[in-house]
Nanobody, 126 residues
Framework: QVQLVESGGGLVQTGASLRLSCAAS????????MGWFRQAPGKEREVVAA????????YYADSVKGRFTISRDNAKNTVYLQLNSLKPEDTAVYYC???????????????????WGQGTQVTVSS
């Protein structure tokens, strides 16, 4: 059983940056593909970024390419999401999630993630 705890959210202005962290415990972190998802009010949860368990392959939603960066530190059992050039449409609750192993094809698939954190709110004011 993997426990995930997100941190780093907050209220920022358009154009600002934030760094989200997700600390994992209770499992072998290096065997999990890790993903960041977000859910805005009235909308479905959507994938933002993912990083494969090998660490060398990443996935980004088109809406965040060039602005967000996902990374992981297996020694610290932590995955990060650097959010730059934030826009009001980035406002959402951000969740991290873990998928055992995972393939390139399954990286963006919400239903393949078995463990979820409680989420951290990111609010971008215009």
């Amino acid at each position: 059983q993997v426990q995930l705890v997100e941190s780093g959210g907050g209220l920022v202005q358009t154009g600002a940056s934030l760094r989200l962290s997700c600390a994992a415990s209770g499992g072998t972190f290096s065997m999990y593909t890790m993903g960041w998802f977000r859910q805005a009010p009235g909308k479905e949860r959507e994938v933002v970024a993912a990083i494969r368990w090998t660490g060398g392959i990443t996935y980004y939603a088109d809406s965040v390419k060039g602005r967000f960066t996902i990374s992981r530190d297996n020694a610290k059992n932590t995955v990060y999401l650097q959010l730059n050039s934030l826009k009001p449409e980035d406002t959402a609750v951000y969740y991290c999630a873990a998928q055992p192993w995972g393939t390139i094809a399954t990286m963006p698939l919400l239903l393949r993630y078995e463990y979820w954190g409680q989420g951290t709110q990111v609010t971008v004011s215009s």
